[in-house]
């Protein structure tokens, strides 16, 4: 847990604002991801990262964005944040050449 | 389309009872199954299965693998009000992108 912090925690905000989340890491791990968390349907994946600047799509990423500039900072963007965006985000990390995925304390949004 | 399936989605139970939590698969490359335990936060590591018929275990928590069948079970033995949380199954089934597919998830409920 002390490895990946998240901010913010809490955010509420209105239809069509654009929205940043930041995920930060301390352990020099070359995967971060983004999901989401939605009551029935576990984790599902917005994006994910294998490298600074090296970014591909998950299952869920219609309306979402990412950059990585740096090793230890993952961003997840809304553009134009939509009722449906409400949820939690998590971000995660993994060494290369692993499965284990460690997870950061979420991020709940809520779009009104 | 990759699918994870976890059942039941809920269950509740007293103490002292054994559980079997189940998770089916359904992906064109597999590589890996693990599950995640999450409490009133992030999900945090429980196993990883790779190998068919080979128990991992840890303390009153034993997990198996079928690729045959294509499922695994996640047993708890003499559950505690402490193993109250979500349980998480996901497939890892992209090749050295740790991207993993997971499951709805099955919410436990230890009552004393």
């Known amino acids: 847990d002390a490895g990946i912090t998240q901010s913010p925690r809490h955010k509420v905000t209105e239809t069509g604002t654009p929205v940043t989340l930041r995920c930060h890491q301390t352990?020099?791990?070359?995967?971060m991801y983004w999901y989401r968390q939605d009551p029935g349907h576990g984790l599902r994946l917005i994006h994910y990262?294998?490298?600074?600047?090296?970014?591909d799509k998950g299952e869920v990423s219609d309306g979402y964005s990412v950059s990585r500039s740096k090793t230890e900072d993952f961003l997840l963007t809304l553009e134009s944040a939509t009722s449906s965006q409400t949820s939690v985000y998590f971000c995660?990390?993994?060494?290369?050449?692993?499965?284990?995925?460690?997870f950061g304390p979420g991020t709940r949004l809520t779009v009104t | 389309e990759d699918k994870v399936v976890q059942s039941p989605l809920s269950l509740v139970v007293h103490e002292g009872d054994t559980v079997t939590l189940n998770c089916s698969y359904e992906v064109t490359n597999f590589r890996s199954l693990l599950w995640y335990k999450q409490e009133k936060k992030a999900p945090t590591f429980l196993f990883m299965l790779t190998s068919s018929g080979i128990e991992k275990k840890s303390g009153r928590l034993s997990s198996i693998l079928d690729k045959k069948e294509l499922f695994s079970i996640l047993n708890i033995t003499a559950t505690q009000t402490g193993d109250s949380a979500i349980y998480l199954c996901?497939?890892?089934?992209?090749?050295?992108?740790?991207?993993?597919?997971f499951g709805q998830g099955t919410t436990l409920q230890v009552k004393p």
């Open positions: 995660a990390i993994s060494p290369a050449g692993t499965y284990e995925q460690y």
């Open positions: 996901a497939v890892e089934a992209a090749k050295d992108t740790g991207k993993l597919i």
């Open positions: 990262s294998y490298g600074v600047k090296d970014t």
């Open positions: 352990e020099n791990h070359r995967y």
